[in-house]
Each structure stands twice: as structure tokens, then as C-alpha cells.
């Protein structure tokens, strides 16, 4: 053979060998994916058949819907724990365990290092311990009941043929649920919609001792044009300090601009709730309303589900369950319907220390020198070796970290308490009056909230669902002493103490966490960082305008009110500070006049007016919140201060009144302050000018856009689109109207139903029952929620049937 055939031959053969390579190389790969979804398939729920589960005592039936959102039968109440127990660990277990290690402080266990900050933070609060403790206290039906959803939710995780696929990528096994798991889903929503930190009570100790008395009494002054309570009650109005009071001129440079980063105060974005009484609906029911507004994420929060327990005493409820308890939080049962929100009220107590001196250890208290308790926490690591932790603990609680002097503090918080904990929300099973709810809601071991209830024969009632504490404080809520003669709280206020309110004349309730009742009442709940009332107002007047008989679309057409009422005076108040800006050679003027003509007075997705107007408020706020308490920021060191709702009370006085003396010197005017404001508001944000739009075509959609996501699709990017929910461009804003919508952040379901007419209701969530992307429920619901659309709340015609038998 030549050379050149002899070389030819060689080629050929290489080219021969890499193509054989090649095709092995993509044949591993698809063999790979073919395993990888293989094992995705594997850890899918049956949803047809018959199977026998240990701990079933009778034959239990679970239809799903074509949207998978099951009906479960039992024939008793045991069986029926079991087998809620059973779906939410097969289509949620991931979601129940983040919700446990969560509170636990035991994330780092799961996900690696990087959140062993996060669990340092949680595990000072011991709440493994609290959930041992109130798991102990139980009664012996509901701790059967809470055995039974136990034993029915490792049975769950046990029937998939694989486990769940998170746990694939992670590489680790899912650890058994335990009755302790499910207190701590519990005290995970404390986590969520309380203040765990003290923090919005060591700032207003801070601007107490370092601003004059009327300055800060203005700062923390309400609004009350918003006030919107159930009782008529208004706060005072806020009383602008004199030149004689306080001068910030004469105080020379003062640390005036906004830090970079800033956040209101818990962030209120809101919950709405409202009933009807049934003088206003077409049937004499009374009509109840709800959407929680929570973080969006996937899965959602809630796990929608009908019970049923068929025996003599049972009962049929629907609405929403939390996967790792085995209760309805919110719904109906046929007698009864009701929902929450959030009440913000004193449901903690910051204690500083005072120190002893040369003695680190030592406190000093009204009785004596106290010793610092100290105990080891031992946080495990993925990855890495474990961490000790050594906590300090004092009978109020732990101590969580220094305040603005460098001195301990201890949080006093009601979720340290195991009395705080309980199942006694099991109890709106079998309630039949508004009344009797009422009477049973305040011991409810539930964050505590605003409970609406409404009954068949069409009652309505508002009370505080969950323990109130007692304290003999005024209000606001402030920091006490260690050495104080009374520290923290005086125990719990009892079940005939707590306020409420049982059919009022008017025919309606609402709230939305802002202040629901004054006088007396007010300062039993207290305040904790409690929003504006400008929802609550919102709601009450389009209560009020919807044309009778109310049903439930009426609800649902307040639910997505996105009409930008409150922000009218402040886009009045940027038309004149674009003309000044304009008389200045202002460049961005020009094309902001043209913004402001397009405003459509709704938070709409199309509306760049909306965002520009909402942008210049933000940033008024914040250079005028700074200003007025930068004496105390000169003494804070690093203390992050927070602006409360409240401030837009003051705020408005000062942008109506324009008082020279509370001017720092930095702006030379309030003009130059409102047109830097105007400035700043007017740079193209990065939503936009990553697409090189300009200010008119910068609209509140793109700014504002809607993405829900998995815990894990920023880990693994490449399955973002396989995870997450669609990118959506919705209506509503984060605050100040009733359709509250931010990126993640929003309603986490949307219902209106009257009891004993649940054929007639609705409710949707922002996503579906399975928390499996490869399940056909995974997005179910989710469009509907984006776009506003009615879906039944009672499941549909059932097309699967599974029968767990003994």
C-alpha cells in the first residue's frame, strides 16, 4: 500500500474513531437523561389504586380534580389526618422540611455553609425546644390527631418509588416528619409575621434618646386621613414641631442621605380579609373574603384540599391547609367561613441588660445580680464540619445580640413560650355560629391575627385569633430594662378579655393590618409596626359602593383593585416639581412631562406615569425620613434605621407646610430637595435599561414584574425554566391598594365563599398542589391567579380515585 493510502486509511480511521466516540459520548448522554428523568418519574405519587397503609383504621377515599386538588373522605378524624398527612408529604415534602429547618436553625444541614448565617440567627431563638415542649402539653385527641397526620406523612414519603427530586439534587435523604416538625411549621410562620428581632422597638428607644421630645413624637405620629378602623376610631393628627422645638438648620452637617439599601419596618405589604353580614346578600348568609399576601414562591404556601369526616359527629370543610399541619386555616365548613390577616400588634419585648460592672456575665435586675445561662448548640454542616454555638439565656429569653450602646438585649417573645402552641384551630371543624367562633379564636396557637368570621344564619364577628400577652405599658411598644420593677410580659390576657367585635351595624368588617379598633381595645393588641390604614379605607368605601345583593364576585373584583388612590396627591405634587425642574434646565423634565400625561390612575402594567409617581414618593420619603432623624443616626454607629408606615402622616405635613427649620442644611430649599427626589426618580431602573428603554416605555409591568420561583432554580439555572413559574407582568403594586403585588411577593390564594354555599365560591393560587415539575398539577391555577379569573372553590368531578385501606 502507498504512503498516501497508507496515511488516507489513518484519516479515515480517526475520523471513524471520533465519530464512534461522538456517538457513545451522546448516547451516555441521553442515557443519562433518560435515568435522570426516570428517577424524576419515579418519585411521582400514585394517584389511582388501592393501597394498604399501617395506621389506617378504615377505608379512606382521595378524589383529585383535573387540577389534582383532592377530596378526602374518612370515616373518622384520625383517618383523615392520616391521609392529609399522606398527599401533603407525597406532593410537598421538600416545603415541609424547609418550613421545619427553617425555624429549627437547621438549613445549613440541608443546603451547605452558605446558610449557616442564617441558621446562627434562627437557632438563638431554640425552637426545637418550644416544639418539644408544646408538643408534651397537648391534650389526647388532638395529639392523636397530630400522631395520626405523623404516621400518615411518612407513609407518604415512604410509598414514592423514589425520593423526592430535590433530595436527588441535593444528594441526601429526607429525614422522617415528627409531631415536633409540625409545631415548628407553626412557629416558621411566627418567623414570617411577627418581629423576631426587637428591632422596631430598640429604634424607637434610639430616636427617643436622641431627639427632642417633640421631633420624635412627630416622626411616629400617624395618618390619620387614612385611618380606616372598625369602631370609627381616628389617631391623632400629627403636630409639626416648632423652630423654638427643634431647628435641624442650626445643627450644621448632619448624615442626610439615604443609605442604599432601605426597608420599611416588617414590610406590612398586607393580608385583606372582610364579611358581610347577610343583610346584604342575596341568600342571608353572611359572605367572608380573604387573600393572605405572603412570599411567592414554589410551591405556594398553601395546599388547597376538602375534608371530609363522615362519621355522626363529622363534618365537609374546604379552603386552604399548610403542608406539615393537619388543620384548615382558612375556609369554610359549611356553618361557618373565615380568614385572616396579620395584626401587628405587641407580641414581643425587647429587655436590655444592664451590665454589672466587671462582671460580663452579670445583669442587674429589680431583685439582684443575675447570672447569663449559657448552652451549646451544635449546627450541623453539610459539607463541613459542625458548628458550636453558645448561646446566652435569661428568664425572658435569649439574649440576640447589642443595640446602639453595645449593650445585651433579650427578645421576651411570644413564640418562646410552648402556651403560645397548640392544634386548637381544629376546633372551626365542627363551629356553627360566628359566636361560638369567637369565643374560641383567642386560643388559637397561631401567630396572632386578624380573624373574620361568618355564619349561615348571616352573623359576622371580628376578634384576635391566637394568645394575646398582657402589658401594662402604654403604647408604642418600647424597650425595658432588666432592673425595671416589672420586665416583660404579665402573662396572657384570658379568652373573655380579648377584644372583638359581633355584628355591627353597619353590616360590615374588614381589616388589613393596619389599626382595626381604638380606645381600650387598641392597647390590649398593642402595636408592633402596623401599616396605614389606606387598604382598609380602600376596602371599607368599595364595601360600601358595591351594589347589593354582594356575592362573591363582588369580593373578587375588590381583591384586584389596583386604583392608585393614594398616590393621586403625590402625582399632583410631581406635576409641579417637573415644572420647577423644567424652569431649572432640568434634563429629564421634558420626558417625564410626557410620562405623567399618560397616568391611568391604577398600578397597570402598561402605566410608566404609575412607576415614575411611585418612584419620586420612595425617594421624598427616604431623603426626608433621614434628614429628620439624622441627630441620631450621628450617634447610632451602624443601627439600621427602618421607615414605619406610619410616616406618611408627617411626611404629607411636611411637603404641604415646607417648615424651613426642619430642613437640613445640606438642601437649600424644599424645592431642591423635591427636585433631587424628582431626579433620582427619574434614572431609568436596571428592568429597564438593560433593554435600552427609555422613560416613557419604562412602564410599572416591567418594573414590577411577577416571578415565582423555586427555592433551588438559582442553584441550578439550567433548570429554571422546568421550575419556575412563567415571568408575568400583573396589575397592583407592593402597598396601598387592595390588589398588593410585588415581584415575589403577593396574594398566596384570593377566596370569597358564604357558608352553606361553597358551589357558588371561588379560589385561586399562584400555583398548583404538586411541588413535582414533572406532575401535571405543578402550574395548575397559576394563570388563573395572574390573571384574576374565578376558579371553583369546591374540587371539580373527581378523575383519579386512590383508596387507602387498613
Request: a neutral charge.
Amino acid at each position: 500500500m502507498s504512503r498516501g493510502l497508507r496515511s488516507g486509511a489513518r484519516r479515515y480511521g480517526a475520523r471513524r474513531i471520533g465519530a464512534m466516540a461522538a456517538i457513545l459520548l451522546v448516547g451516555a448522554a441521553l442515557l443519562a437523561t433518560l435515568a435522570a428523568w426516570l428517577v424524576l418519574r419515579a418519585s411521582l405519587p400514585a394517584l389511582d389504586g388501592r393501597a394498604a397503609r399501617s395506621g389506617v383504621h378504615a377505608i379512606v377515599r382521595v378524589n383529585r380534580d383535573v387540577d389534582g386538588v383532592p377530596s378526602i373522605t374518612a370515616q373518622n378524624r384520625g383517618d383523615l389526618a392520616f391521609a392529609l398527612g399522606y398527599l401533603h408529604a407525597q406532593d410537598r415534602f421538600f416545603q415541609m422540611d424547609l418550613l421545619r429547618r427553617a425555624a429549627a436553625g437547621e438549613l445549613a444541614a440541608l443546603l451547605g455553609p452558605s446558610l449557616l448565617p442564617s441558621d446562627r440567627e434562627l437557632r438563638r431563638h431554640r425552637f426545637r425546644d418550644v416544639a418539644r415542649n408544646a408538643v408534651a402539653s397537648l391534650d389526647a385527641p388532638t395529639r392523636a390527631v397530630l400522631d395520626a397526620y405523623v404516621s400518615g406523612a411518612n407513609a407518604g414519603l415512604r410509598a414514592l418509588h423514589a425520593r423526592p427530586f430535590e433530595y436527588w439534587l441535593l444528594g441526601v435523604e429526607p429525614k422522617p416528619w415528627t409531631a415536633d416538625d409540625t409545631v415548628l411549621c407553626a412557629l416558621a410562620m411566627f418567623l414570617q409575621l411577627q418581629d423576631s428581632t426587637g428591632h422596631l422597638q430598640l429604634q424607637r428607644a434610639l430616636l427617643r434618646a436622641t431627639l427632642p421630645e417633640p421631633l420624635w413624637r412627630f416622626i411616629e405620629a400617624g395618618t390619620p386621613e387614612w385611618d380606616a378602623a372598625i369602631d370609627g376610631s381616628r389617631s391623632e393628627s400629627p403636630r409639626v414641631p416648632t423652630a423654638a422645638e427643634i431647628d435641624l438648620r442650626a445643627l450644621g452637617a448632619l448624615p442626610v442621605k439615604p443609605p442604599e439599601t432601605r426597608a420599611r419596618a416588617l414590610d406590612p405589604g398586607g393580608s385583606n380579609n372582610w364579611a358581610v353580614a347577610g343583610s346584604s346578600t342575596a341568600h342571608g348568609a353572611a359572605l367572608i373574603a380573604n387573600d393572605m399576601h405572603l412570599g411567592l414562591r414554589v410551591p405556594n404556601t398553601w395546599y388547597r384540599a376538602r375534608l371530609v369526616d363522615a362519621s355522626a359527629a363529622g363534618f365537609d370543610e374546604v379552603g386552604v391547609t399548610l403542608p406539615g399541619t393537619p388543620s384548615l386555616i382558612a375556609g369554610s365548613n359549611g356553618h361557618i367561613a373565615w380568614g385572616f390577616t396579620n395584626s401587628y400588634g405587641e407580641y414581643s419585648k425587647v429587655v436590655r441588660l444592664v451590665p454589672v460592672p466587671g462582671d460580663p456575665a452579670a445583669y442587674a435586675t429589680a431583685t439582684g445580680i443575675q447570672k447569663l445561662r449559657y448552652v451549646d448548640e451544635i449546627i450541623e454542616v453539610k459539607g463541613a464540619p459542625s458548628e458550636h454555638l453558645k448561646l446566652a439565656i435569661t428568664p425572658w429569653g435569649p439574649v440576640m445580640g447589642t443595640d446602639w450602646q453595645k449593650r445585651p438585649y433579650v427578645l421576651d417573645w411570644v413564640a418562646h413560650d410552648p402556651a403560645a402552641l397548640n392544634l386548637n384551630i381544629l376546633a372551626l371543624e365542627r363551629v356553627r355560629t360566628a359566636a361560638d367562633a369567637l369565643r374560641l379564636a383567642g386560643g388559637f396557637g397561631i401567630p396572632a391575627q386578624n380573624f373574620l368570621v361568618g355564619d349561615a344564619e348571616g352573623h359576622i364577628g371580628w376578634t384576635i385569633a391566637g394568645r394575646l400577652p398582657r402589658h401594662s405599658d402604654a403604647l408604642p411598644a418600647l424597650p425595658q430594662l432588666s432592673s425595671d420593677p416589672v420586665v416583660g410580659f404579665e402573662g396572657w390576657l384570658s379568652l373573655r378579655e380579648a377584644p372583638q367585635v359581633l355584628d355591627p351595624a353597619e353590616g360590615f368588617l374588614w381589616s388589613a393590618n393596619a389599626r382595626v379598633v381604638g380606645g381600650d381595645a387598641a392597647r390590649l393588641i398593642g402595636d408592633d409596626g402596623m401599616d396605614r390604614g389606606v387598604r382598609a379605607a380602600e376596602i371599607h368605601a368599595d364595601l360600601r359602593a358595591a351594589p347589593r345583593p354582594l356575592a362573591p364576585l363582588a369580593s373578587l373584583q375588590i381583591q384586584l383593585d389596583d386604583r392608585a388612590v393614594f398616590l393621586e396627591r403625590w402625582r399632583e405634587l410631581l406635576a409641579q416639581v417637573i415644572e420647577r425642574a423644567a424652569a431649572q434646565g432640568n434634563p429629564s423634565s421634558a420626558a417625564a412631562r410626557n410620562v405623567l400625561a399618560r397616568w391611568s390612575g391604577h398600578a397597570a402594567t402598561d402605566d410608566p406615569a404609575y412607576r415614575l409617581t411611585w418612584e419620586f414618593r420612595q425617594e421624598v420619603e427616604a431623603r426626608v425620613y433621614y434628614m429628620l432623624v439624622a441627630p441620631a443616626r450621628l450617634e447610632a454607629g451602624d443601627f439600621d434605621f427602618e421607615i414605619p408606615p406610619s410616616f406618611e402622616g408627617p411626611l404629607w405635613r411636611l411637603v404641604e407646610a415646607r417648615p424651613p427649620h426642619l430642613l437640613a442644611a445640606a438642601y437649600p430649599s424644599w424645592d431642591a430637595l423635591l427636585v433631587q427626589a424628582f431626579t433620582a426618580a427619574a434614572r431609568i431602573p436596571r428592568q429597564c435599561a438593560s433593554e435600552r428603554l427609555g422613560l416613557i416605555s419604562c412602564t410599572w409591568g416591567r418594573v414590577n414584574a411577577v416571578r415565582v420561583v423555586h427555592p433551588l432554580s438559582a442553584a441550578v439555572p439550567w433548570l429554571h425554566a422546568l421550575l419556575d413559574m412563567p415571568t408575568v407582568q400583573s396589575p397592583g403594586a407592593h402597598d396601598d391598594m387592595p390588589r398588593i403585588q410585588g415581584p415575589d411577593f403577593g396574594a398566596s390564594e384570593r377566596f370569597s365563599v358564604s357558608p352553606g354555599y361553597e358551589k357558588d365560591a371561588y379560589l385561586h393560587m399562584p400555583g398548583g398542589e404538586s411541588g413535582h415539575p414533572l406532575s401535571p398539577f405543578y402550574r395548575a391555577g397559576f394563570d388563573a391567579w395572574a390573571q384574576g379569573r374565578p376558579t371553583p372553590l369546591l374540587p371539580g368531578p373527581a378523575t383519579h380515585e386512590l383508596v387507602l385501606m387498613p
